[in-house]
């Protein structure tokens, strides 16, 4: 049954201007000033410069507001509300401090080859049929960025036959592959690591260490990863200093051949910290990058428009256009400047009230000076909301005296030591992986002996704990740990 009712409710809307801000809140420099240069291409109401005139414009917004359904008529805009008084050309109120031999300094984008490239010029080098051609793209296709073919042999060959019409045997496949494992980096087209490893070896000079190590990964591969020394040991008859030489050779070979190659490739990356934090006179000194402060104004062409439609007689219906798109263009370019602006402070507020929060670490560069910190802390001492520290945080660089830091590292969660302090959690895994450092590797130290010597330390925490943190810190278990020293 229908039934028709009214209801009232109390909603919270986030309006267009908040979102705008909020998405700029989030852009790291390089990705906000490619909005900004979005901005300028789609708006011609908008220039970069500085804006010396009176801000003329917020008296027209009260009263002409159409963010709701009313619609605006041309002859209902009030044109004087555009237009500036200040008749004063903006060159003359600038100063040119250049030479006409200055040179804008850039930084040069080098160009290189990829890998898939690199090993296509190999194949380019080698006489082989039409089929036998194809068949070899198709495997130099398959490598992935590490410098392996994942996929099995069967699949390679089921996919020539849908997709190039090609029908061959496995045994071709294996004569093609085992070519392109003659290219270089030594080690591209295995199958897997111990593949890899094996024929990194088989391209340097023999040596009784090598051959060690070549039996090794062929025949125990098993046991040397799980680090099983004694049963190595036993099965080769060979002693500890020759199984050392033997994991020597092994640990100067690369398990990623494409990877190293792709890094000598790749274009330097260079990252633009958004604060820059001194110490001057015994204080701590925040700004602001200026590529996060750009200095944006109304375009004067725009605003002769204007006087140019109020000074005419007759107004026709295109000029009536007109003055309404002129009109969305303004509005829309003094949004974008006041959501800058707004950008501008709520950053240089989060990040005060972070560098004045961690005084002690921003001062001294020791991370066990570190105090926990959550969102939550900055958002209460700001009075904002924890989102907006959040899109502060998690995208943003501050440089310091030791070196450019994320933002979101300066957050941890907190635990009591044995005094009874709070103390970071960013803190205990420095010491964890000190601790860890300084182990001796030929007996590592378990999860629960870690945790046994930093409850010694003051650092009471559980033995899962220990095995939490020192994942993250991306640190193996202690049998993986084990060296024969």
């Known amino acids: 049954m229908l039934k028709q009712g009214l209801h009232q409710k109390l909603l919270q809307k986030l309006s267009p201007q908040?979102?705008?801000?909020?998405?700029?809140?989030?852009?790291?420099?390089?990705?906000?000033?490619?909005?900004?240069?979005?901005?300028?291409?789609?708006?011609?109401?908008l220039e970069v410069g500085k804006e010396h005139e009176e801000d003329e414009f917020d008296s027209f917004q009260d009263e002409y507001d159409d963010s709701g359904n009313e619609k605006i008529e041309a002859d209902d805009i009030d044109i004087d509300a555009y237009l500036s008084d200040d008749e004063i050309p903006s060159y003359k109120l600038m100063t040119n401090n250049y030479s006409s031999d200055d040179e804008e300094k850039y930084t040069p984008y080098a160009s290189g080859t990829t890998f898939h490239q690199f090993l296509e010029g190999q194949l380019r080098t080698l006489s082989l049929s039409e089929q036998d051609q194809i068949i070899a793209e198709f495997l130099v296709g398959s490598i992935d960025?590490?410098?392996?073919?994942?996929?099995?042999?069967?699949?390679?060959?089921?996919?020539?036959?849908?997709?190039?019409?090609?029908?061959?045997?496995?045994?071709?496949?294996?004569?093609?592959?085992?070519?392109?494992?003659?290219?270089?980096?030594?080690?591209?087209?295995?199958?897997?690591?111990?593949?890899?490893?094996?024929?990194?070896?088989?391209?340097?000079?023999?040596?009784?260490?090598?051959?060690?190590?070549?039996e090794i990964l062929d025949k125990s591969f098993d046991a040397f990863v799980k680090k099983h020394y004694q049963k190595l040991l036993q099965k080769f008859s060979i002693n500890e200093e020759e199984l050392k030489d033997a994991i020597i050779e092994i640990e100067k070979l690369n398990p990623k051949p494409g990877g190293a190659y792709a890094q000598d490739n790749k274009i330097a990356e260079q990252i633009i910290p958004d604060f820059t934090i001194r110490i001057v006179d015994g204080e701590l000194e925040l700004s602001l990058n200026g590529r996060n402060a750009p200095e944006l104004k109304i375009s004067n062409e725009y605003t002769n428009l204007l006087k140019g439609y109020k000074e005419s007689k007759v107004k026709t219906k295109s000029q009536k256009d007109a003055v309404l798109f002129i009109k969305q263009k303004l509005d829309a370019a003094k949004w974008f400047i006041d959501a800058i602006l707004q950008r501008q402070q709520t950053l240089l507020l989060n990040m005060n009230a972070i560098m004045e929060y961690q005084k002690d670490y921003f001062m001294t560069g020791d991370e066990r000076k570190l105090k926990p910190m959550i969102l939550k802390d900055i958002a209460d001492k700001i009075n904002m909301d924890i989102s907006t520290v959040s899109r502060v945080a998690n995208s943003k660089y501050v440089a310091t005296p030791y070196g450019t830091k994320l933002i979101?590292?300066?957050?941890?969660?907190?635990?009591?030591?044995?005094?009874?302090?709070?103390?970071?959690?960013?803190?205990?895994?420095?010491?964890?992986?000190?601790?860890?450092?300084?182990?001796?590797?030929?007996?590592?130290?378990?999860?629960?002996?870690?945790?046994?010597?930093?409850?010694?330390?003051?650092?009471?925490?559980?033995?899962?704990?220990?095995?939490?943190?020192?994942?993250?810190?991306?640190?193996?278990?202690?049998?993986?740990?084990?060296k024969i020293v």
Do not use: W
């Open 18 to 45: 908040q979102i705008q801000l909020m998405k700029l809140i989030q852009l790291p420099t390089i990705a906000f000033e490619q909005k900004l240069k979005q901005e300028l291409e789609e708006n011609p109401a």
């Open 408 to 482: 979101k590292e300066f957050f941890s969660e907190s635990m009591k030591n044995t005094q009874g302090e709070d103390v970071s959690t960013t803190e205990i895994k420095t010491i964890l992986s000190t601790v860890i450092d300084e182990e001796d590797k030929n007996s590592p130290l378990t999860d629960e002996k870690l945790a046994a010597i930093l409850k010694e330390k003051g650092y009471p925490i559980a033995r899962r704990t220990v095995a939490k943190y020192r994942e993250q810190l991306d640190i193996p278990v202690a049998r993986l740990r084990k």
């Open 145 to 214: 960025e590490s410098g392996y073919i994942r996929r099995e042999l069967i699949d390679i060959i089921d996919d020539l036959a849908f997709t190039q019409n090609i029908f061959t045997t496995e045994e071709d496949i294996e004569r093609l592959l085992k070519t392109i494992q003659n290219f270089d980096p030594a080690g591209v087209g295995a199958r897997d690591l111990r593949e890899c490893l094996i024929l990194q070896l088989q391209r340097k000079s023999i040596t009784e260490s090598r051959e060690l190590a070549i």
